[in-house]
Nanobody, 119 residues
Framework: QVQLVESGGGLVQPGGSLRLSCAASGSIFSIYAMGWYRQAQGKQREVVAEITGAGSTNYGDSVKGRFSITRDNAKNTVYLQMSSLKPEDTAVYYC?????????????WGQGTQVTVSS
């Protein structure tokens, strides 16, 4: 089994910054791609940022130039640095990891962390 623990969400004023973390633990053989997704109330879940095992990144159009995704392979952790936050960034943010365990390879999702951008 794999557990993902997210942290770093909260309330921030427009223009502010937050850093999200997602740590994977369990019987992990390998972690491939890691990513962050978000779902605002009444909307579909969307890609925020993704990072491959080799470090290549991909960002949603709405966050390009403001958010940065990184990973620490030694800690099985992915980070999302969010800057110049806007009210429309308000959402529940979920991390996802592509993991190989003894049971095979599949995606795992975190429980989600609320980010609220408001004055």
């Amino acid at each position: 089994q794999v557990q993902l623990v997210e942290s770093g969400g909260g309330l921030v004023q427009p223009g502010g910054s937050l850093r999200l973390s997602c740590a994977a633990s369990g019987s992990i053989f390998s972690i491939y791609a890691m990513g962050w997704y978000r779902q605002a109330q009444g909307k579909q879940r969307e890609v925020v940022a993704e990072i491959t095992g080799a470090g290549s990144t991909n960002y949603g159009d709405s966050v390009k130039g403001r958010f940065s995704i990184t990973r620490d392979n030694a800690k099985n952790t992915v980070y999302l640095q969010m800057s110049s936050l806007k009210p429309e960034d308000t959402a529940v943010y979920y991390c996802k990891t592509d993991v190989r365990t003894v049971a095979g390879r599949r995606d795992y999702w975190g429980q989600g962390t609320q980010v609220t951008v408001s004055s």
